[in-house]
């Protein structure tokens, strides 16, 4: 089996999950989003492959940012085998590996599990449906691998009597409110995709931290300038330096303005375009890839600069 990369969640509101509250009887679980390095692991014939974010780690520390975490994951694993516990073969697990990010987490665990998807059940793009998640939590609890936190789990008929983003937790992993959270329903297909509905919503306080000022630009300077001051925050651009240095394996050095600027116009253009839209009048792309790299640039010096201290 070839690698298969874990799927975009949308924000909610996207075309994509307009059907995720449509049938008051379909059933929805709830999640704390995590905010560390996506990986997998699945068996093959050669033994237990580990994945990151975007490939197959081949070889033992092939992302110099997973190495430990892969080390001990597969002793790990091993112990269980040890005693008789195997990874399932027609599944792929998704977890988290708790490398640094933005957000320190203090009372993680080394890796958390978040989906399991099945492999008899993907088509030749290698989408698949997941495991439901009372069926994935004894999956990775027999695995002794913690699970992603559960916030609520009820029919839509209930939610739709509530407010959704008041069940934006407490995070179990810091002294501090959860980045995100993931909805999921099982009971209906993604529109494109051979996998569940899922989508996410980020917390408006998680926005502040990573923006200028939310809502509040005061700037006289053009819609692109503001919407670049809003969104193109420092906490944006560092977390996409950290996610191509520890997801793959990209040095720290001015390397990286060959990528990081067009990731954050995309990021920026995929998180927040609704917002934008509402907001906004005009978006002038050409401007937005001319004050986008002197931010990263600035930003990228300066992560360089704490690692030398």
Request: with cysteine.
């Amino acid at each position: 089996m070839t690698f298969r990369k874990y799927p975009d969640i949308e924000t909610l509101g996207y075309e994509e999950n307009k059907d995720i509250f449509l049938s008051g009887e379909d059933t929805i679980v709830i999640e704390e989003k995590i905010d560390g390095g996506n990986g997998s692991f699945w068996l093959e014939g050669d033994g237990i492959h580990f994945g990151s974010r975007n490939r197959d780690l081949t070889k033992e520390g092939d992302v110099k940012a997973f190495a430990d975490f892969q080390k001990k994951l597969r002793e790990h694993l091993q112990s269980l085998e040890d005693q008789g516990i195997k990874i399932n073969p027609d599944y792929i697990y998704y977890i988290e590996w708790m490398a640094q990010h933005t957000i320190t987490y203090t009372k993680a665990p080394f890796v958390i599990g978040f989906d399991i998807r099945l492999r008899k059940a993907m088509n030749r793009e290698g989408e698949g449906l997941f495991l439901g998640r009372e069926s994935r939590e004894k999956e990775f609890n027999r695995l002794k691998i913690e699970n992603v936190p559960l916030v609520w789990r009820g029919k839509v008929s209930e939610l739709r009597k509530k407010n959704i983003s008041e069940f934006i937790p407490k995070s179990k992993y810091f002294d501090g409110v959860a980045e995100c959270i993931v909805i999921k329903n099982y009971c209906r297909k993604h529109p494109v995709g051979n996998y569940q509905l899922y989508a996410k919503i980020i917390r408006s306080e998680f926005k502040e931290d990573n923006r200028a000022v939310f809502g509040s630009v005061k700037s006289k300077n053009s819609d692109t300038s503001k919407i670049v001051q809003e969104f193109c925050t420092d906490m944006r651009i560092k977390k996409a330096v950290l996610k191509f240095v520890n997801e793959d394996n990209i040095p720290l050095n001015l390397k990286l303005m060959s990528l990081v600027p067009h990731y954050i116009i995309k990021d920026i253009m995929k998180e927040e375009i609704l917002e934008i839209i509402d907001k906004y009048k005009f978006i002038d792309l050409k401007e937005m890839k001319q004050k986008i790299p002197k931010l990263c640039l600035k930003v990228i010096n300066e992560m360089m600069q704490e690692t030398i201290r």
